[in-house]
């Protein structure tokens, strides 16, 4: 029971680390960072935040705008 608990603290940590660094490259300046690299060989290419973008409509919540 324990170990069980254990791997889903683990797993949702995982979950959102990952939703953090999505909602992170809504931020421009993160953007142009991974683009043009800090002092270094870019880390992301256009296509690499493209496609980063259309992974978190997928899985990214949908807010009710009315609310």
């Not at 999505?22 to 992301?44: K, Y």
């Not at 980063?52 to 997928?58: A, I, P, S």
Request: aromatic share 4%; hydrophobic share 35%; charged share 35%.
């Amino acid at each position: 029971q324990l170990l069980r608990e254990e791997a889903e603290q683990k797993r949702l940590k995982r979950v959102l680390e990952l939703q953090f660094l999505l909602d992170r490259l809504g931020d421009e300046s993160v953007r142009q960072e991974l683009l043009q690299g800090a002092g270094g060989p870019s880390l992301l290419t256009k296509s690499d935040l493209t496609s980063l973008d259309e992974f978190y409509k997928l899985v990214g919540p949908e807010r009710d705008q009315n609310i």
